[in-house]
């Protein structure tokens, strides 16, 4: 599980980033090949911990078998097509890239904590009067902006985000279950709800 954080400000939103990393188990129900570049690689059964990366066109597994060998399995996906938060997703082999079938979902649930307060420094411009004598004698008076700090008031909230992703791999022509990949993502954002004058 990996913990991130996001500052949000004044309206809610989500960082959803181009590139995801999820820590999982892999469970290779049955010994499956894949490529990489022109080598065809085979994965033994068993249970791996691994990593899956996602980033806008691809999906990356990457883990050690039991023998200490290391893979990493790329597959291509449809550019921006992988749901961010909650939805399923199918791909065949032929836009994987690969001799499997890629499919799986995200679910995402949200916790929101109590609201909080507490004060931060910042910086203010105060008006003041700078007079000068003239050459005549007379004397002139401007307004000039100093910079000062000072403190205000903030109000927020956590909000807890929990992404569990699910991906399988399967047989291209009998859809055998091959592998497949479970691993949890928890977010934590601050999100702004109120910010006081600086005095």
Same mark, same amino acid.
């Given at each position: 599980?990996?913990?991130?954080?996001?500052?949000?400000?004044?309206?809610?939103?989500?960082?959803?980033?181009?590139?995801?990393?999820?820590?999982?188990?892999?469970?290779?129900?049955?010994?499956?090949?894949?490529?990489?570049?022109?080598?065809?690689?085979?994965?033994?059964?068993?249970?791996?911990?691994?990593?899956?990366?996602?980033?806008?066109?691809?999906?990356?597994?990457?883990?050690?078998?039991?023998?200490?060998?290391?893979?990493?399995?790329?597959?291509?996906?449809?550019?921006?097509?992988?749901?961010?938060?909650?939805?399923?997703?199918?791909?065949?082999?032929?836009?994987?890239?690969?001799?499997?079938?890629?499919?799986?979902?995200?679910?995402? +649930?949200?916790?929101?904590?109590?609201? +909080?307060?507490?004060?931060?420094?910042?910086?203010?411009?105060?008006?003041?009067?700078?007079?000068?004598?003239?050459?005549?004698?007379?004397?002139?008076?401007?307004?000039?902006?100093?910079?000062?700090?000072?403190?205000?008031?903030?109000?927020?909230?956590?909000?807890?985000?929990?992404?569990?992703?699910?991906?399988?791999?399967?047989?291209?022509?009998?859809?055998?279950?091959?592998?497949?990949?479970?691993?949890?993502?928890?977010?934590?954002?601050?999100?702004?709800?109120?910010?006081?004058?600086?005095?």
């Amino acid at each position: 599980m990996q913990f991130l954080k996001c500052l949000l400000f004044v309206v809610p939103f989500f960082c959803v980033s181009a590139f995801a990393s999820v820590e999982g188990l892999f469970h290779v129900e049955t010994p499956f090949s894949y490529t990489k570049g022109s080598k065809t690689l085979t994965v033994p059964a068993g249970d791996y911990k691994a990593d899956l990366k996602t980033r806008s066109s691809s999906m990356t597994l990457k883990f050690k078998d039991q023998a200490g060998e290391k893979h990493k399995v790329k597959m291509s996906v449809p550019r921006n097509s992988m749901p961010s938060r909650n939805g399923t997703f199918h791909y065949e082999s032929t836009q994987v890239e690969q001799p499997f079938d890629l499919s799986g979902q995200i679910a995402t +649930q949200e916790e929101r904590r109590p609201t +909080q307060s507490r004060y931060e420094t910042c910086t203010y411009q105060r008006p003041i009067q700078v007079c000068t004598i003239d050459p005549t004698g007379r004397r002139i008076c401007r307004l000039e902006y100093q910079t000062v700090q000072g403190h205000h008031q903030v109000l927020f909230h956590y909000l807890i985000s929990t992404s569990a992703t699910l991906v399988t791999l399967e047989g291209a022509t009998d859809r055998s279950l091959l592998g497949n990949f479970s691993g949890t993502q928890t977010v934590q954002y601050i999100v702004n709800e109120y910010t006081g004058p600086c005095q």
